[in-house]
C-alpha cells in the first residue's frame, strides 16, 4: 500500500529524513569548515605579520652591530669616503645569502644625510620616523619599514638606520603558508562528507529493515515488530506501534468470536421460525396454524432483541475511551423512566420494586449510556425473578471516596460460584432452559461500566439473590 500510494502520488512525505540530515550535516561541516579556513587564515597573517616585523627588526640590529663599530671609528676620524665603502662590504658580505634580497630596502643615514643605501631605496628617507614600524609608499609599492636610531657617539652625531621590506612579498609567504596549512583540510572535505554519508546510512539502517519487516508482512499478519537494534529515538514509535497490533489482534479475535456466537445465536430463533411457518403452511387446522403463528411472532421478537443486543454492543468499543458525551445528569428520571417503560412485566410478575436515591448524586456520565446499562440490569432482575419478587435499586453518594454508587439487588434464584465466573461472559445464560434471554446484557453492562472507568461488583448465593454494585467516578479528575 505504502509503494502504491508512493508511486500514484496520493501520499506525499513532506520530507526525507536522510536527505534532511545528510544536508544539515553536510552544511554544518561545510561552514565549520570556512570557519575554521577563515580563523586559520586570519591567524596565520597575523602571526606571520608578527614574525617578518621581528625578523625586519633583527636584521636592522644585526645590519646596525655590523657597522657601528667601523662608524664609531672612522666618525672620530671623519673619514665619510672611508666609512662608505667600509659599510658596503659588511653589508654586502650580509645580504648576499638572503633569499628576498631584492625586496629588501636600506638606508644609513648620519645627522640627516644618507651615507648608504641599497639599489630598491630612494635618495631621500625612507620614513620620518626615527623609531619602530611604519607603512611607507614608494616606487609604486608599498613596503613596512623599522628605523633605528643611535645618539651614543655625541650629542651632535645621530645614527639612523632605515630597513624596508616589500608588503607584496609578506602577503605571498603567509598565503603559501596558509594554503599548506588549509591544503590537508580541503582535501580531508570530500573524506569527510564521505564518511557523514557512510555512518549516517549505517545509522538509519535498522529503519530501513523495520520498513522491509513491515512491508513484507501479510494483512492478517499482526505479529510484534521485531527491533533489536532500533535506535533509542524510534524505540516508543515501534513500541506504540506493537501495543497497536496487540489491540489489533485482540479485537479481530473478538470480533471473529463474536460473528461466530452471533451467527450460532441467531441460527436457533431463525430455524425455529422456519420450522413453524412451514408447521402453519402444512396445518389446515386454525388453533394449529394459530399457535405456529403465535411461535413465529414469539421467534421473531426474541431475534429482534437480539440483533438490538447485538447492535448495543457493538457500538460499544472497549478501546474507544473518548468521553465527548459525558456530562452530570441525575440518574432518578432515567430509572422513572425505565420503571415506567417495564410496568407492563413488573404488573404481570407481582414485582415489588423500591428505589432509595440520596439528593444530589453528580454521576459524570452519558446519559444514553446509563440508560442502556439500567435497562439490561432490570430486564435480568424481571426475567430472573419469581413471582411477588423485589427489587432495591439505590443510589448513593460518597464525598468521601468522591464516588457515586449504584446498587440493584433482587431475591431471586442467584448464582452459583461457577455461575458466577462466566456471567459477563457474552452469549452465557445462568438458566438457558427456563428463561429466554440472548446472554449480552451483563456483557452490555460491563462494556458501559469500562467506558465510564467504573467498577462493578457482584455478590450472590444460591437462592439469595444477586446483587450488583457499580461505582461511578463523581467527574473525570477522580479517575
Not at 79 to 84: A, G, H, N, S, T
Not at 155 to 172: D, G, N, P, S, W
Not at 405 to 412: A, P, Q, R, S, Y
Amino acid at each position: 500500500m505504502l509503494h502504491y500510494l508512493l508511486k500514484t502520488r496520493l501520499f506525499k512525505p513532506e520530507f526525507c529524513l536522510y536527505k534532511t540530515l545528510l544536508s544539515l550535516l553536510l552544511g554544518i561541516t561545510l561552514l565549520l569548515w570556512l570557519l575554521m579556513a577563515i580563523s586559520s587564515y586570519i591567524t596565520v597573517r597575523q602571526q606571520t605579520k608578527y614574525l617578518f616585523d621581528a625578523h625586519l627588526a633583527q636584521f636592522t640590529q644585526t645590519l646596525y652591530y655590523l657597522v657601528q663599530h667601523e662608524l664609531y671609528e672612522e666618525l672620530s676620524k671623519s673619514d665619510v669616503k672611508k666609512i662608505r665603502t667600509k659599510a658596503k662590504q659588511e653589508l654586502i658580505m650580509h645580504l648576499i645569502s638572503y633569499k628576498h634580497e631584492k625586496k629588501v630596502a636600506f638606508q644609513i643615514q648620519i645627522n640627516g644625510q644618507v651615507l648608504l643605501k641599497s639599489a630598491e631605496a630612494p635618495t631621500k628617507a625612507l620614513t620620518d620616523k626615527l623609531d619602530g614600524f611604519s607603512d611607507v609608499r614608494f616606487h609604486q609599492k608599498e613596503w613596512r619599514v623599522y628605523s633605528l636610531t643611535d645618539k651614543k657617539l655625541n650629542a651632535h652625531t645621530q645614527i639612523i638606520i632605515q630597513v624596508a621590506e616589500l608588503k607584496r612579498t609578506r602577503t605571498t609567504i603567509s598565503d603559501t603558508i596558509a594554503f599548506k596549512i588549509l591544503l590537508p583540510l580541503m582535501l580531508g572535505l570530500p573524506l569527510m562528507a564521505g564518511l557523514i554519508r557512510l555512518t549516517l546510512s549505517t545509522t538509519l539502517t535498522p529503519l530501513t529493515q523495520i520498513v522491509q519487516q513491515v512491508a513484507n508482512r501479510q494483512s492478517h499478519s499482526l505479529e510484534p515488530i521485531v527491533a533489536k537494534q532500533a535506535p533509542c529515538e524510534i524505540l516508543p514509535l515501534i513500541l506504540e506501534l506493537n501495543d497497536l497490533f496487540c489491540r489489533l489482534a485482540k479485537s479481530f479475535e473478538r470480533e471473529h468470536q463474536f460473528t461466530a456466537n452471533a451467527s450460532h445465536e441467531l441460527r436457533t430463533p431463525l430455524a425455529g421460525i422456519k420450522i413453524q411457518a412451514q408447521v402453519a403452511l402444512n396445518s389446515r387446522k386454525p388453533e394449529i396454524q394459530q399457535q405456529a403463528l403465535l411461535k413465529i411472532i414469539q421467534g421473531i421478537d426474541r431475534s429482534s432483541y437480539l440483533v438490538e443486543q447485538l447492535l448495543t454492543l457493538a457500538r460499544l468499543d472497549p478501546d474507544n475511551q473518548n468521553q465527548t458525551g459525558f456530562r452530570q445528569i441525575s440518574i432518578q428520571p432515567l430509572i422513572q423512566q425505565l420503571l415506567n417503560q417495564l410496568s407492563q412485566a413488573i404488573e404481570t410478575k407481582q414485582i415489588h420494586i423500591t428505589t432509595t436515591i440520596a439528593k444530589e448524586v453528580p454521576l459524570w456520565a452519558d446519559a444514553t449510556q446509563i440508560e442502556i446499562l439500567l435497562r439490561n440490569l432490570l430486564d435480568n432482575a424481571i426475567r430472573y425473578l419469581p413471582p411477588k419478587g423485589r427489587i432495591n435499586i439505590q443510589c448513593l453518594n460518597n464525598r468521601h471516596s468522591h464516588v457515586s454508587t449504584l446498587i440493584v439487588e433482587d431475591n431471586g434464584i442467584g448464582l452459583t460460584p461457577e455461575q458466577q465466573q462466566h456471567i459477563f461472559e457474552r452469549f452465557y445464560r445462568a438458566d438457558d432452559n427456563n428463561h429466554s434471554g440472548t446472554g449480552l446484557g451483563l456483557s452490555i453492562v460491563q462494556r458501559i461500566v469500562e467506558r465510564h472507568q467504573a467498577t462493578i461488583d457482584l455478590s450472590s448465593a444460591p437462592k439469595q439473590g444477586v446483587k450488583i454494585t457499580i461505582n461511578f467516578p463523581n467527574s473525570p479528575d477522580s479517575n
